[in-house]
T-cell receptor, first 111, second 115 residues
Framework: KAGVTQTPRYLIKTRGQQVTLSCSPI?????VSWYQQTPGQGLQFLFE???????NKGNFPGRFSGRQFSNSRSEMNVSTLELGDSALYLC??????????FGPGTRLTVT | DQQVKQNSPSLSVQEGRISILNCDYT??????FLWYKKYPAEGPTFLIS?????DKNEDGRFTVFLNKSAKHLSLHIVPSQPGDSAVYFC??????????????FGKGTLLTVNP
């Protein structure tokens, strides 16, 4: 079975721009979660989608949003980028509960 | 407020010996705990988990111990191998692990296993 895939793997954007990241879950997994990893804060939960509905949300500003499509693929959008948004963004899919399977991540650099 | 803490940023052990990675949590609502391993340029890989109704779970060379009264868990790797060198993350969730999809992670411990 193919694992979780994320595109693009690397991205460089300028402050004020917006960005969209994509995630394809493992086949059959309906839950997709997004995490932000930074050196200072570690891995922090952004949000989780299940059957196209956001079920859980972390403590991030409204500039961070997401959606899930009927095929369980998910996108994450960050608007009005700030320097502090530079991070590794990880997507994870799950069939049951907390055992989540992560993709390789998208490295976002904001200049 | 850091609800899951891994107080040792790094740990170095000799090949063949035991590696013990520690994790503390503050939220008494957490009832499901997981360990993930992460290599550079890859996403975290699920290793082993434990429910709060147990105090030990074993899978091959990996054993996780949970001490609920101390709000402490540990991951034992025996014997340690050079391929185990990676960053290990402790994570926790509430809701029994079966229905809660939000994980709270510690900041990780870099394990180096020397040949």
């Amino acid at each position: 079975k193919a694992g979780v895939t994320q595109t693009p793997r690397y991205l460089i954007k300028t402050r004020g721009q917006q960005v969209t990241l994509s995630c394809s879950p493992i086949s059959g997994h309906r839950s997709v979660s997004w995490y932000q990893q930074t050196p200072g804060q570690g891995l922090q939960f952004l949000f989780e989608y299940f059957s196209e509905t956001q079920r859980n949300k972390g403590n991030f500003p409204g500039r961070f949003s997401g959606r899930q499509f009927s095929n369980s693929r998910s996108e994450m959008n960050v608007s009005t980028l700030e320097l502090g948004d530079s991070a590794l963004y990880l997507c994870a899919s799950s069939l049951k509960g907390s055992e989540q399977y992560f993709g390789p991540g998208t490295r976002l650099t904001v200049t | 407020d850091q609800q899951v803490k891994q107080n040792s940023p790094s740990l170095s052990v000799q090949e063949g010996r035991i590696s013990i990675l520690n994790c503390d949590y503050t939220n008494s609502m957490f009832d499901y705990f997981l360990w993930y391993k992460k290599y550079p340029a890859e996403g975290p890989t699920f290793l082993i988990s434990i429910s709060s109704i147990k105090d030990k779970n074993e899978d091959g060379r990996f054993t996780v111990f949970l001490n609920k009264s101390a709000k402490h868990l540990s991951l034992h790797i025996v014997p340690s191998q050079p391929g185990d060198s990676a960053v290990y993350f402790c994570a926790a969730s509430q809701g029994g692990g079966g229905s809660n999809y939000k994980l709270t992670f510690g900041k990780g411990t870099l394990l180096t296993v020397n040949p």
